[in-house]
């Protein structure tokens, strides 16, 4: 089964600048999580789809930021215009179902880096 | 809001060493899990904890859901050059009535070092 696939691996944008990232997540899998890792903190939660609905977007840190599920299937988060603030690396997780809570499946992430 | 800190930030060990790490709230935790990422890759789940006082084992990782809730363990014995990495401590938020949303909370992670 192919695994979270994340594209691109790396990203070097200038401020003000718009960035999409793309995940696809496990064919099947209903539940797609968004997290940043932003360097030496923690890794914080974005948003939840479930199939193509937000089910919870309260991580997202402001309306610069917009994340779409086309059809229940792969995601985009874009981010524009681009702050230095918002330089990290960005996972995407899927899971199988119900609260998903276990079955997570991380991708490789995209670190982006705002100049 | 729910709070994971995790400690030591970062450790440097010789290869066939022991290793401990821990993992601290000031809110209960019903689950535990323990994520592993290497280099260029996404965190990979090694170890949950479903209840307090367990202990529970992956190969050469054991780790321990605190009594009180509050905090967990990661121990990795007779560490390899491949334990390289950073680990994060993780659990689900929950409501007030203890139902989880699937999202998680994560904290800052432990920088693993081995030296040949």
């Known amino acids: 089964e192919a695994g979270v696939t994340q594209f691109p691996s790396h990203s070097v944008i200038e401020k003000g600048q718009t960035v999409t990232l793309r995940c696809d997540p496990i064919?099947?899998?209903?539940?797609l999580y968004w997290y940043r890792r932003v360097m030496g903190k923690e890794i914080k939660f974005l948003l939840h789809?479930?199939?193509?609905?937000?089910?919870?977007e309260s991580g997202m840190p402001n309306n610069r930021f917009l994340a779409e599920r086309t059809g229940g299937t792969y995601s985009t988060l874009k981010v524009q215009p681009a702050e230095l603030e918002d330089s990290g690396v960005y996972f995407c997780?899927?899971?199988?179902?119900?609260?998903?809570?276990?079955?997570?499946?991380f991708g490789s992430g995209t670190r982006l880096t705002v100049v | 809001g729910q709070q994971l800190n995790q400690s030591p930030q970062s450790m440097f060990i010789q290869e066939g060493e022991d290793v401990s790490m821990n993992c601290t709230s000031s809110s209960i935790f019903n689950t535990w899990l323990w994520y592993k990422q290497d280099p260029g890759e996404g965190p990979v789940l090694l170890i949950a904890?479903?209840?307090?006082?367990e202990l529970t084992s992956n190969g050469r990782l054991t780790a321990q859901f605190g009594i009180t809730r509050k905090d967990s363990f990661l121990n990795i014995s007779a560490s390899i050059p491949s334990d390289v990495g950073i680990y994060f401590c993780a659990g689900p938020r929950t409501n007030a009535g203890g139902t989880s949303y699937g999202k998680l909370t994560f904290g800052q992670g432990t920088i693993l070092t081995v030296h040949p």
């Open positions: 904890l479903y209840k307090a006082g």
């Open positions: 997780a899927s899971s199988q179902g119900g609260r998903g809570l276990y079955g997570y499946t």
């Open positions: 064919s099947g899998h209903d539940n």
């Open positions: 789809f479930v199939k193509e609905s937000k089910q919870d």
